[in-house]
C-alpha cells in the first residue's frame, strides 16, 4: 500500500523560498501507473491543486501558480519535492502531497506553513 508523508519548515518569511519534500513508501514514484501531486488548503478556502509530477519526470503546474513553483524529484529515491518563491501570507496553509493511481488515492497527514514576519 503506498504511503506518503508531507515535510517542511513550518515557518517562512514573506519572500522567501519554502520547500517541502513528501517521501513515499510501499511504492515507486517512477511506477507507471502513479502521479504525484501536491494539494494546499488556506484559511477559509477550499482545497487547490498545485501541480503533479508523472512517472518521467515531467510536470504540470496550476496555471495560477506557474511563475512562483516548481515539482521535481527528490534528491533521496523515492522523494518528490515542491518549490514556491516568492511566498506570502497568502500562501498560508496546510500543503498535502498525494499518490494517484486509477481507482486508487494515497494521501499525506499534511504539513502545515506559516508565511509570516
Known amino acids: 500500500q503506498v504511503r506518503v508523508q508531507e515535510s517542511g519548515p513550518g515557518l517562512v518569511k514573506p519572500s522567501q523560498t519554502v520547500s517541502l519534500i513528501c517521501t513515499v513508501s510501499?511504492?515507486?514514484?517512477?511506477?507507471?501507473?502513479?502521479?504525484w501531486h501536491w494539494i494546499r488548503q488556506s484559511p477559509g478556502k477550499g482545497l487547490e491543486w498545485i501541480g503533479r509530477?508523472?512517472?518521467?519526470?515531467?510536470?504540470t503546474i496550476a496555471p495560477s501558480l506557474k511563475s512562483r513553483v516548481s515539482i521535481s524529484r527528490g534528491t533521496s529515491k523515492n522523494q518528490f519535492t515542491l518549490q514556491m518563491t516568492s511566498v506570502t501570507p497568502e500562501d498560508t496553509g496546510g500543503y498535502y502531497c498525494?499518490?494517484?493511481?486509477?481507482?486508487?488515492?494515497?494521501w499525506g497527514q499534511g504539513t502545515q506553513v506559516t508565511v509570516s514576519s
Open positions: 498525494a499518490g494517484i493511481a486509477l481507482g486508487s488515492a494515497s
Open positions: 510501499g511504492g515507486s514514484i517512477t511506477a507507471a501507473d502513479y502521479s
Open positions: 509530477l508523472v512517472p518521467d519526470a515531467s510536470t
